[in-house]
Every structure is written in C-alpha cells, then in structure tokens.
C-alpha cells in the first residue's frame, strides 16, 4: 500500500470517487471533502474533539424521533437552514415576490382545512386574539384563488402541540383556501417569542457559544397554489425583542408586521395585514 502524503492526501481521497458516482454526487462529495480536510488542518482538530464530533452526531441521532428534528435544530443553531433558504430561494431577489423563510421542525403535514376566517385555537392556554387576514396575489398582482395556506405557531407557554401534551392535537395549526379575489383570514394567538428546544446537542452548541436560544415571535405560513412555486415564511412582530437576533437567523425585515389594535368591535384584540404575493413556475 502506497503511503499516504500529507500534501496530496486530500486529493487522493477525493480521487477515490468512482466513475458511477454521479456528476452532482461528485461536486458535492468533493467540495465537503475539500472544505472539511481544510477545516481539520485550520483549527489542528484533535482527536478528542473528533471523537465527541462523532458522539455529537450519535446523540442528534438517538434524541430523534417523528416529533423532535434534532439534526434540524443542530444545523439552525449553525444558521444552515436559513443560508440555505437564501441560497434556494432567489424568486424575490426578480420581482416582488415575498420572501420565504425557514420551515423549522415543527412542521406537520395534514393539519385542518379550516373556514375563512375559522380560529386556530383548540383549546388550552390563555393568550392574546388576533385576527390575521391578507391577500395572495401573483408578482402580475392578480388574486390568487384556491391557494391552499398552513399556518402553525407556539401556545403562549413557547411550545408547539406536538411538543406538549397538554394541548390538543394540532392545536394552533390550520390550513385555510383564498376566495377568488384571494383573500384569506384566521384568528389566533398573538405569538410570543419562545426558546428553540436547548436540552439537547443543539443546545449545548448554544451554551458553548454563549448565545441565548430565543426566536422573535412568529407565525409560519407555507402557501402552495397551482402554477405556482410554493412559499415557506413567516410573519414576525415587529416589535420583538429578538428580532436582531434569532437563534437560527431566519428574520427578514420585509416579513415584519405590526400587530395594530383591533377595530371597536371586534372579537380579537389583535389586528394583523400580511398579503402574500407567489412567483409562478414559468416565472
Ligand atoms: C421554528 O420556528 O419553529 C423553528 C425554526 C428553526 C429551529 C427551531 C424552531
Ligand atoms: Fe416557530
């Protein structure tokens, strides 16, 4: 067996790719060689810090399960999801589409289809009422109709229904369809700031940076309508306290909203105007 070289022994293992691998397999397979041998050299990484990397990654793994992401978290804390939804997602950067933000962990398919207008509360916690209603247009600026909306949040305690099981499934989460002028509307819970789940990796990666684990209160929307790229988001409230400083980096000032005072008369003490506006495919 040849020896190994120090000063080509990057480019023989990137050479140790086979001609079946794939051409996109090949260039992302080669960059992460190349990036992580040079970060090994970089910080003259030990072998104890190599060995509890690979414990990290078993304790990500192990802490896991169809209610808790943590690799998701892992790489948020790393402000990777949101580099890469920057990366991804350039519809805005060509018209005015709005900007998309990171989907999180806490996603879940198949919540409730729900009447304009229906509340998303479904039981459980005290909180603040707010009324949420906009407009999903196209970039031409014509209503999109039919367009399906998600919206999920936090109960005010900070946790999401699946994390507690004091709430009730799919609590604070619903789907809701745009007339044909593209109007949509919900009642919810005004959000509130919460810490992202720090009693695992991801929140020793936090405590070794010294960074506190707050995301500004928010509510997630993900959009999908025919003929059009779908859109993952978020409304923040502008008046947040962590707005400058998201544990995973996802705040956009274009998704900022001001949650006004509802109307005299109104059932909710919150009033929020968010319009949404798609990029279509061919676009
Ligand atoms: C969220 O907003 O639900 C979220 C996003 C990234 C990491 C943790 C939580
Ligand atoms: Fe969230």
């Known amino acids: ?13 990137i050479g140790a790719i086979g001609p079946g691998a794939t051409p996109r397999v090949r260039t992302v397979m080669t960059a992460l060689i190349r990036h992580l041998h040079d970060f090994a050299r970089e910080v003259k990484l030990t072998t104890p810090e190599y060995r509890a990397a690979c414990d990290f990654i078993v304790r990500i793994g192990r802490m896991s399960d169809d209610k808790r992401n943590e690799a998701v978290l892992a790489s948020d804390v790393f402000g990777l999801e949101s580099l890469v939804d920057v990366l991804d997602h350039h519809h805005a950067e060509r018209g005015a589409a709005t900007d998309s933000a990171v989907l999180g962990p806490f996603w879940r398919e198949h919540s409730p289809l729900l009447d304009h207008g229906a509340s998303i509360v479904r039981g459980g916690q005290e909180g603040e009422s707010v009324f ?13 109709g039919n367009a399906r909306i998600a919206v999920w949040e936090t109960a005010p305690n900070g946790l999401y229904e699946q994390q507690d099981p004091e709430q009730p499934d799919f ?45 500004p209160a928010h509510i997630h929307f993900r959009v999908r309508a025919p003929g059009y790229h779908e859109l993952v988001t978020q409304i923040f409230d502008r008046d947040d306290r962590y707005l400058a400083s998201d544990s995973v980096f996802a705040v956009k000032d274009s998704l900022t909203v001001e949650f006004r005072p509802a109307p005299a008369g109104a059932d909710t003490r919150w009033h929020v105007a968010f319009d949404i506006v798609l990029e279509p495919l061919a676009g």
């Open 171 to 215: 609590n604070l989460r619903g789907q809701f369809c745009t007339d044909a002028e593209g109007r949509y509307a919900f009642r919810a819970l005004r959000p509130i700031a919460y810490p992202i789940p720090f009693d695992g990796p991801a929140g020793e990666l936090l405590q070794m940076m010294d960074r506190h684990p707050f995301r």
């Open 1 to 13: 067996m040849a020896e190994l070289s120090m000063a080509t022994f990057t480019d023989t293992v």
């Open 132 to 144: 949420v209603c906009g407009r999903v247009l196209g970039v031409n600026g014509r209503p999109v």
